[in-house]
Protein backbone atom coordinates (compact mmCIF):
# COMPACT_ATOMS: atom_id res chain seq x y z
CA UNK A 1 0.00 0.00 0.00
CA UNK A 2 1.09 3.61 -0.64
CA UNK A 3 -0.61 6.96 0.55
CA UNK A 4 0.54 9.89 -1.22
CA UNK A 5 0.52 13.64 0.05
CA UNK A 6 0.70 16.77 -2.33
CA UNK A 7 1.94 19.70 -0.68
CA UNK A 8 2.84 23.47 -2.23
CA UNK A 9 0.16 24.65 -3.84
CA UNK A 10 -1.81 28.43 -3.47
CA UNK A 11 -2.06 31.68 -5.40
CA UNK A 12 0.49 32.89 -7.60
CA UNK A 13 0.64 35.98 -10.04
CA UNK A 14 1.16 34.90 -13.90
CA UNK A 15 4.98 34.97 -14.19
CA UNK A 16 5.49 33.39 -11.26
CA UNK A 17 6.85 30.22 -9.62
CA UNK A 18 5.74 27.54 -7.51
CA UNK A 19 6.98 24.73 -5.90
CA UNK A 20 4.83 21.29 -5.22
CA UNK A 21 5.71 18.32 -3.03
CA UNK A 22 4.40 14.84 -2.93
CA UNK A 23 5.42 12.71 0.25
CA UNK A 24 4.74 9.26 0.63
CA UNK A 25 3.80 6.52 3.27
CA UNK A 26 3.22 3.00 3.51
CA UNK A 27 5.87 1.60 1.28
CA UNK A 28 9.41 3.44 0.12
CA UNK A 29 8.72 4.86 -3.67
CA UNK A 30 12.25 3.57 -4.80
CA UNK A 31 11.17 1.36 -7.31
CA UNK A 32 7.97 3.12 -8.76
CA UNK A 33 7.79 5.87 -11.56
CA UNK A 34 5.94 8.92 -10.60
CA UNK A 35 4.11 11.43 -12.18
CA UNK A 36 2.07 14.43 -12.23
CA UNK A 37 -1.02 15.02 -13.36
CA UNK A 38 -4.21 18.10 -13.02
CA UNK A 39 -7.28 18.81 -13.66
CA UNK A 40 -8.87 22.19 -14.74
CA UNK A 41 -12.57 22.75 -13.47
CA UNK A 42 -14.97 20.75 -15.85
CA UNK A 43 -12.16 19.53 -17.71
CA UNK A 44 -10.76 16.14 -17.44
CA UNK A 45 -6.92 14.84 -15.83
CA UNK A 46 -4.49 15.46 -17.70
CA UNK A 47 -0.70 14.51 -17.68
CA UNK A 48 1.75 17.35 -16.66
CA UNK A 49 5.09 15.30 -15.87
CA UNK A 50 6.70 11.67 -14.99
CA UNK A 51 9.83 10.43 -13.84
CA UNK A 52 11.33 6.97 -14.08
CA UNK A 53 12.00 4.96 -10.64
CA UNK A 54 15.25 5.86 -10.70
CA UNK A 55 15.70 9.50 -11.74
CA UNK A 56 17.27 9.08 -15.05
CA UNK A 57 14.54 9.44 -17.08
CA UNK A 58 11.86 12.36 -17.25
CA UNK A 59 9.12 13.31 -19.50
CA UNK A 60 6.69 16.28 -19.34
CA UNK A 61 3.46 17.38 -21.66
CA UNK A 62 4.52 20.11 -24.69
CA UNK A 63 2.49 22.99 -22.34
CA UNK A 64 4.72 22.74 -19.67
CA UNK A 65 7.99 21.62 -21.35
CA UNK A 66 11.08 24.07 -20.29
CA UNK A 67 8.44 25.33 -17.20
CA UNK A 68 7.99 22.67 -15.39
CA UNK A 69 10.73 20.73 -14.02
CA UNK A 70 9.92 16.80 -12.16
CA UNK A 71 12.47 15.55 -9.80
CA UNK A 72 12.60 12.61 -6.94
CA UNK A 73 14.54 12.35 -3.67
CA UNK A 74 14.17 8.53 -3.01
CA UNK A 75 16.15 8.71 0.18
CA UNK A 76 12.86 10.91 1.39
CA UNK A 77 10.75 9.23 -0.43
CA UNK A 78 9.30 12.09 -2.25
CA UNK A 79 8.49 13.67 -5.36
CA UNK A 80 8.57 17.43 -6.48
CA UNK A 81 7.61 19.68 -8.97
CA UNK A 82 8.94 22.56 -9.69
CA UNK A 83 6.63 25.36 -11.73
CA UNK A 84 8.09 28.49 -13.19
CA UNK A 85 6.65 31.01 -15.79
CA UNK A 86 3.02 29.67 -14.73
CA UNK A 87 0.26 30.95 -16.62
CA UNK A 88 -3.84 31.26 -15.87
CA UNK A 89 -4.04 27.93 -17.54
CA UNK A 90 -2.27 26.10 -15.14
CA UNK A 91 -5.09 26.72 -12.83
CA UNK A 92 -6.03 23.35 -11.95
CA UNK A 93 -5.76 20.94 -9.07
CA UNK A 94 -2.22 18.68 -8.95
CA UNK A 95 -2.01 15.00 -8.06
CA UNK A 96 0.92 12.79 -7.74
CA UNK A 97 0.78 9.38 -8.74
CA UNK A 98 3.10 6.13 -8.65
CA UNK A 99 3.40 3.64 -11.25
CA UNK A 100 4.53 0.15 -10.57
CA UNK A 101 6.00 -0.20 -13.22
CA UNK A 102 8.65 2.32 -12.34
CA UNK A 103 8.80 3.99 -16.31
CA UNK A 104 7.27 6.70 -15.59
CA UNK A 105 4.02 7.35 -18.27
CA UNK A 106 1.55 9.99 -19.66
CA UNK A 107 -0.95 7.24 -19.34
CA UNK A 108 -3.33 7.87 -16.39
CA UNK A 109 -4.42 4.29 -16.07
CA UNK A 110 -0.56 2.75 -15.58
CA UNK A 111 -1.01 4.74 -12.20
CA UNK A 112 -2.16 2.49 -9.30
CA UNK A 113 -1.68 5.22 -6.38
CA UNK A 114 -2.98 8.45 -6.01
CA UNK A 115 -3.07 11.70 -3.82
CA UNK A 116 -5.99 14.01 -3.27
CA UNK A 117 -4.56 16.86 -5.42
CA UNK A 118 -3.06 20.26 -4.23
CA UNK A 119 -5.01 23.17 -5.62
CA UNK A 120 -2.78 25.76 -7.93
CA UNK A 121 -4.37 28.97 -8.56
CA UNK A 122 -2.24 31.42 -11.45
CA UNK A 123 -4.32 35.49 -11.00
CA UNK A 124 -3.55 37.13 -14.28
Known amino acids: QVQLVESGGGLVQAGGSLGLSCAAS????????MGWFRQAPGKEREFVAA????????YYADSVKDRFTISRDNAKNTVYLQMSSLKPEDTAAYYC?????????????????WGQGTQVTVSS
Open 97 to 113: AADRSGLGSSQEFRYAY
Open 51 to 58: ISWGGSRT
Open 26 to 33: GRTLSTYG
